[in-house]
T-cell receptor
């Protein structure tokens, strides 16, 4: 079946602009995660949704970052007033349940470049 | 909180030779352990995971890993590598319950380079 998809695959923006990154999880997966992967680093946890609610947003770096999942499926990561330091690959993952043993399936990522 | 250390940023190996990628972790709570692989221009894919039971875990593509609680390690091994194993390998941990963020905590990755 279809895996996790993310759009756009690449996004170039200017410093100070607003961007939205979209994630379509695997159908039926209730848990959804956002990670950020900077160059030469491993993915870093940002936020986790169980259903429609953000169950853990402790990884969001500051209040310029916000994410929603209004219907418990598609999620959008929103970044306001982008800074050059926000440049990274943003990864989305989903798992069938919230169980810590469940495998997280990752999308291909959105590469964000802030000029 | 948890942390993961992958000491080797790059590991060059000749084709058909064995390889070991090292992973050590630190955590104040019990954790589950994972290895993910990222092939060029592809998303992260689960190789294997340790949840409980036998400390030797077998995964896809002939990889295996051994959990060592006393040394807080989860090293990845393959007895004979192929060119197609060239990729970035990430070790990750997740808490049993609570005790930290709900997401996985990843190491910085090890780039496995297979030389013909």
């Amino acid at each position: 079946g279809a895996g996790v998809s993310q759009t756009p695959s690449n996004k170039v923006t200017e410093k100070g602009k607003y961007v939205e990154l979209r994630c379509d999880p695997i159908s039926g997966h209730t848990a959804l995660y956002w990670y950020r992967q900077s160059l030469g680093q491993g993915p870093e946890f940002l936020i986790y949704f169980q259903g429609t609610g953000a169950a853990d947003d402790s990884g969001l770096p500051n209040d310029r970052f916000f994410a929603v999942r209004p219907e418990g499926s598609v999620s959008t990561l929103k970044i306001q007033r982008t800074e050059r330091g926000d440049s990274a690959v943003y990864l989305c993952a989903s798992s069938q349940t919230r169980d810590y043993t469940d495998t997280q399936y990752f999308g291909p990522g959105t590469r964000l470049t802030v000029l | 909180a948890q942390s993961v250390t992958q000491l080797d940023s790059q590991v060059p190996v000749f084709e058909e030779a064995p390889v070991e990628l090292r992973c050590n972790y630190s955590s104040s709570v019990s954790v589950y352990l994972f290895w993910y692989v990222q092939y060029p221009n592809q998303g992260l894919q689960l190789l294997l995971k340790y949840l409980s039971g036998s400390t030797l875990v077998k995964g896809i593509n002939g990889f295996e890993a051994e959990f060592n609680k006393s040394q807080t390690s989860f090293h990845l091994r393959k007895p004979s590598v192929h060119i197609s194993d060239t990729a970035e390998y990430f070790c990750a941990v997740s808490p049993y319950s609570g005790g930290g963020a709900d997401g996985l905590t990843f190491g910085k990755g090890t780039h496995l380079i297979i030389q013909p």
